[in-house]
């Protein structure tokens, strides 16, 4: 029997760690979005193993592309054939299911993007790394705090009558802010349509602050699911919002698209171990170089007791070294 062939897309980031796979045809047949909790190789593994349950062992997976935060990671143990940074695949992405798409916003669980593409090439972005206001990571905070399943938290400031202002540019005055409301007696509603508000006006008085934000605009990234947000936004920029379909994992799904083109272009083998491969022990530590006095935190990630890879040094001196045991097991 001939294998259908398909392309794996990766994203590992700080909250959710999101799988992809598409056919020949750029549609998606499988996506994963799971919690990351901290421990990025178990979610990845995970996740593998409930992709190989879905599609069966007549599976050919012919490329590979890893994204996120802990693409570096991802790349190693599944051996991707190419790493991406974000930026690259949510464009990539958006511009496949929205192909006239001029501005990406996107908000993920640590953090904010923009995106501003002119004829068909990224011409500006910029990314919210350090702020944790805004992203989704504060909102399920604030959800569990208020005890409101954060699928609702979205429409209860859609029933607001009287939105309050919250103060919005840092995440701890926003909670201090939301609990002073709070003691003064306003709504749930009103208080949560207020931080909607504000957090969609930090956004723009941050990253969008001198962009033109033209249509069609995409919004992405899990934050898109909350509708309080969406609204917030097309109040304050008087605009429609396109969500996607695979609004919540499009980095991974930009990460296949690249891989797919990669390999189709190169015909190149794909250079992915196999879905038997997280079965091995993978973990991660960090060593001190002492070589010279920037004093570099390196990465290793050791598999069965093997350095398959190395990173975070300036010089190259652990990184650039080609380990012959990668492709352990």
Request: with cysteine; glycine share 10%.
């Amino acid at each position: 029997m001939l294998k259908t062939s398909y392309y794996l897309g990766i994203d590992v980031g700080s909250v959710s760690t999101n799988l992809v796979v598409i056919n020949e045809n750029d549609e998606i047949v499988e996506k994963l979005y799971l919690r990351t909790s901290g421990q990025p190789i178990n979610a990845l593994k995970n996740g593998m193993k409930t992709l190989y349950q879905r599609l069966g062992k007549d599976v050919k997976i012919r490329g590979v592309g890893t994204t996120g935060s802990g693409r570096q990671l991802a790349s190693v143990i599944v051996g991707a054939d190419i790493v991406k940074n974000e930026i690259t695949t949510h464009a990539i992405a958006a511009q496949k299911l929205v192909p006239e798409v001029r501005t990406i916003i996107e908000i993920g669980g640590q953090d904010s993007k923009i995106i501003i593409l002119k004829n068909g090439i990224i011409y500006d972005f910029a990314m919210n790394t350090v702020c944790a206001a805004g992203t989704g990571s504060f909102l399920d905070r604030q959800a569990a705090r208020l005890e409101i399943p954060i699928e609702e938290f979205g429409s209860f400031a859609l029933r607001s009558k009287t939105p309050v202002r919250i103060a919005g540019r840092c995440a701890v005055f926003a909670e201090s802010d939301m609990i002073h409301k709070q003691q003064t007696g306003h709504s749930v509603e009103d208080i949560i349509n207020g931080l909607c508000e504000a957090l969609v006006r930090n956004y723009l008085n941050n990253l969008a602050k001198g962009k033109d934000i033209e249509e069609p605009i995409v919004f992405q990234g899990g934050v898109a699911a909350n509708v309080g947000i969406v609204a917030a936004f097309e109040r304050a920029i008087g605009k429609k919002i396109i969500i996607p379909q695979h609004y919540d994992v499009m980095g991974a799904y930009g990460a296949a698209l690249i891989a797919k083109e990669e390999m189709m272009k190169n015909g190149k083998n794909t250079n992915f171990f196999g879905f038997d491969n997280i079965h091995n022990d993978f973990r991660a530590r960090s060593i001190e170089c002492n070589g010279c006095s920037n004093m570099c935190e390196v990465i290793e990630i050791v598999s069965n007791d093997a350095v398959v890879a190395c990173w975070g040094d300036r010089c190259g001196k652990w990184s650039a070294v080609k380990k012959e045991n990668q492709s352990v097991g």
